[in-house]
């Protein structure tokens, strides 16, 4: 049966109800969102004169849901203007409009008996064939179907959600044994298309699979840090990035989900966990308990591991909670040596293993809480999950880890680790020993570009299934690789493909990546059709190398400096008018050099979450590779006959005046850093594999080399004395600084194309000359060297 989804319904208005209605919303689905109506009027509805009957009073709670939802951050919309996509309603009287829904989805409270009377009116309205889930995240979904129809119970399962879905890839597929398989095909094929998740099938176990070894990698965390005498500040500093896991480490992550949600998903899994040889370590730490009881929840009590305080000169101060003694103080000035030996490190895998052979508390730590993750994970098979590969993707995509628990295994080398665990007291399962003894000692590999994982029932290596949809570059790194230097790796992808890959600090673009991006281009016009520039980094490119430009201007190497300007502008150039397509697949951060480049392509495939920006005017200078030139161009294209032209420029001049980063790919289209034509992934990883269709699709579609614009229309002083005008005004009213207006009026000279006594057209390099000129001069500025000293130093921008 093909199923299209057109409408979904949405019961529960909550935190995750209204968040998940955001994001069908974001893909385009029409929604209807319903709570409860109210039984008793508000203060200010009763001052009105309202009473219980009034529409206004009736959608009351779902509508003050979706606001909330609407204006907080970080945003559950790609643009706020998706919002009108979403329909609100109440049970009562709008529960009949499910009716034309494709999907229904239950996300009330946790409570069981409560859902069921939410089904029970479901199944009055719902037509034949409709598919109903529950975001339930403790209940067995098993236990819903009671008394429940046949068609129900065949169109019925668990979708879990993570919180905030926008943002967190994780969607648990949860069937019954009631459930029609073609339905779990169905949504494990829609969430990865069309809603963008790592889409994991689950078993109906306690907590599913994410939160089931998360809480155990917490619980664990726990009771190896007073094995230790460990502090809250030196777990989040071990527990964060240096393992490739969030920023927010394990006390932040707490005290942003909320201690009551540990405690009740803990406890759950005491209850529930008969056969589970860990089931102790789900008790309550006796603090955790007298937190909860104080409503130390963590953000939403305003106190939980952290407390945000005012010093007495009016400072913010984050103070850490001692759990000996439950009181607040300063944060402690954390230093382990292995963390300081380990910090060059930039490959995570190798990071990892020279974690583990360290001696200190904090290589202590990392071991003894690895070797117990292994232990349970190994010992989960086939229980949540029959694949290993399912609660490495889990716990990616549900927690945010860079690598799962036997991704980690093998960069620590599964043999060794087996052996040091049993020293160390740990078992792995049955399995993890047959496998070693029969030969395998890895958990992945790659072949041909496709992963493969170790299958146990067959003792063989299959392909993770899905993948045959994704480029993931770590797969093509053995043998596809035809050049590389320290910057920047090209491989070829195949079908004539190839892919220029970044891997500075940030993918900053120095002089590796100009010389790779050239390389790239050579090759690709001398055997290739296409080039794709993209990476599987955690962001695309945060910009130009800016510590080399400041070194640089603090030795007055100006001659070195318009080198370099002017290389870059040429590199950036040579992408736009190169004798193949060149795609360029941007995500994450996409800010200056990084926005330029994406400017310059001949077709942008962006994944949805690319948050892209010219943003040099933070640092006192104005974007001076090709990137001032491209928007005086796109502005310049976009006139039509009776257009209010200076309009239209004084926007593309705001954008890079006040540094503005759109949050979206969809955000980046109304700026006009994406053009019509381009492309948006929803789900980043396919993004690389979308790329490359489209240089396939351009190449096959006869694509011819451009020719640079020589008729850019540029409005001279009518524009100029506008723009002018204006940073005097908001000099004058204290908005900016003296410095700031200097930056605004060379911006200003660009974009209007100088003291022109009129309009009139000009050429490319023409613009791209009085970029540089006017960078140049900028880097000649003491001011403007202090604010690259603020971010290069404190990562702050600095207004002077």
């Not at 309550?284 to 952290?306: C, H, I, R, T």
Request: net charge neutral.
């Amino acid at each position: 049966m093909k199923r299209i989804i057109n409408k979904v319904a949405v019961l529960g208005s909550g935190v995750m109800g209204s968040r998940i209605a955001a994001h069908f919303a974001n893909i385009g689905v029409q929604v209807l969102l319903l709570d409860i109506a109210p039984n008793e009027l508000s203060p200010e509805e009763q001052a009105k004169g309202l009473t219980l009957e009034n529409p206004q009073v009736r959608n009351r709670i779902v509508n003050a849901a979706l606001q909330t939802a609407i204006n907080s951050n970080p945003a559950p919309l790609y643009k706020k203007d998706f919002a009108k996509r979403i329909t609100t309603g109440n049970f009562t009287d709008n529960m009949k409009d499910i009716a034309s829904a494709d999907w229904i989805i239950e996300v009330v409270v946790e409570n069981l008996k409560i859902k069921q009377q939410v089904f029970a009116q479901v199944e009055q309205f719902r037509k034949p064939g409709t598919l109903i889930t529950s975001n339930t995240s403790g209940i067995p979904i098993h236990f819903m179907l009671e008394g429940r129809s046949e068609d129900f119970q065949k169109h019925f399962c668990g979708t879990h959600f993570f919180n905030p879905p926008r943002y967190l890839k994780l969607l648990e597929i949860i069937p019954t044994p009631k459930t029609d398989p073609e339905v779990v095909k169905f949504l494990m094929h829609y969430g990865d298309l069309y809603l963008g998740k790592t889409t994991v099938l689950a078993k109906d176990t306690p907590a599913f699979i994410a939160n089931r070894i998360g809480i155990y990698a917490i619980m664990q965390g726990l009771q190896v840090m007073n094995k230790l005498g460990l502090n809250v500040d030196e777990i989040d500093r071990i527990t964060g990035p240096a393992i490739g896991r969030p920023k927010s480490a394990t006390f932040r992550t707490l005290d942003v989900v909320g201690l009551d949600t540990l405690a009740k998903v803990a406890q759950g899994l005491y209850q529930t966990g008969e056969k589970d040889e860990s089931r102790d370590l789900f008790q309550l730490p006796a603090y955790v308990q007298k937190m909860v009881e104080n409503n130390w929840l963590g953000d939403k009590s305003k106190q939980g591991f952290y407390k945000k305080t005012k010093t007495e000169s009016g400072a913010t101060e984050i103070l850490t909670l001692d759990l000996n003694t439950l009181e607040y103080g300063p944060k402690s000035k954390v230093k382990f040596q292995s963390m300081e030996t380990i910090k060059p490190i930039e490959d995570l895998r190798s990071r990892l293993k020279a974690f583990a052979g360290a001696s200190d508390k904090a290589a202590d730590f990392f071991r003894e809480t690895s070797y117990g993750l292994f232990q349970y994970a190994s010992n989960r098979i086939p229980e949540i999950s029959d694949e290993l590969y399912r609660i490495d993707d889990a716990m990616k995509a549900g927690f945010g880890w860079d690598l799962g628990p036997f991704e980690v295994w093998d960069a620590l080398g599964v043999k060794e680790t087996v052996a040091n665990m049993e020293k160390a007291g740990y078992k792995p399962a049955n399995w993890v020993t047959e496998m070693l003894q029969n030969g395998p000692e890895t958990f992945y590999k790659s072949e041909s570009g496709k992963r493969l994982y170790y299958d146990i029932p067959s003792k063989a290596y299959n392909q993770v299934p899905g993948t045959e949809n994704f480029i993931i570059l770590d797969n093509y790194r053995s043998n596809n690789v035809i050049w590389k230097n320290k910057g920047a790796t090209i491989m070829d992808i195949g079908d004539g493909i190839l892919n220029l890959e970044f891997h500075t600090k940030m993918n900053t673009m120095g002089s590796e990546v100009v010389q790779g991006i050239h390389k790239a281009i050579d090759l690709a016009e001398k055997d290739f059709r296409g080039l794709v520039i993209g990476n599987d980094a955690p962001n695309f490119s945060a910009g130009a190398n800016l510590a080399l430009l400041y070194m640089n201007a603090l030795e007055q190497e100006y001659d070195e400096i318009n080198l370099m300007i002017k290389q870059f502008q040429n590199t950036m150039m040579r992408v736009r008018y190169s004798a193949i397509p060149v795609v360029v697949a941007p995500h994450g951060l996409t800010l200056g050099g990084g926005c330029e480049i994406t400017l310059h392509a001949d077709h942008v495939q962006a994944a949805a979450e690319t948050y892209i920006g010219l943003v040099e005017f933070g640092v006192g200078l104005i974007p001076a590779g090709g990137g001032t030139k491209e928007m005086t161009l796109r502005t310049a294209a976009s006139f039509e006959e009776g257009d209010p032209e200076l309009n239209r420029l004084r926007n593309a001049f705001l954008n890079i005046g006040m540094a503005k980063v759109a949050t979206s790919a969809y955000e980046a289209m109304d700026m006009n850093y994406l053009r019509p034509g381009d492309e948006i992934s929803i789900n980043q990883n396919r993004l690389i594999a979308d790329a490359k269709a489209a240089a396939i699709r351009l190449a096959e579609t006869g694509y011819t080399k451009p020719t640079q614009r020589t008729n850019i229309k540029v409005e001279g002083r009518s524009g100029l004395g506008m723009f002018l005008t204006g940073a005097h005004a908001m000099y004058e009213g204290g908005y900016i600084s003296q410095h700031d207006k200097k930056i605004t009026e060379k911006l200003a000279w660009i974009m209007c194309g100088g003291d022109l006594s009129a309009p009139t057209e000009v050429s490319e390099q023409y613009l791209l000359d009085l970029e540089r000129e006017a960078f140049l001069s900028l880097t000649g500025e003491r001011k403007t060297l202090e604010r690259i000293q603020s971010i290069l130093t404190t990562g702050k921008p600095l207004r002077n």
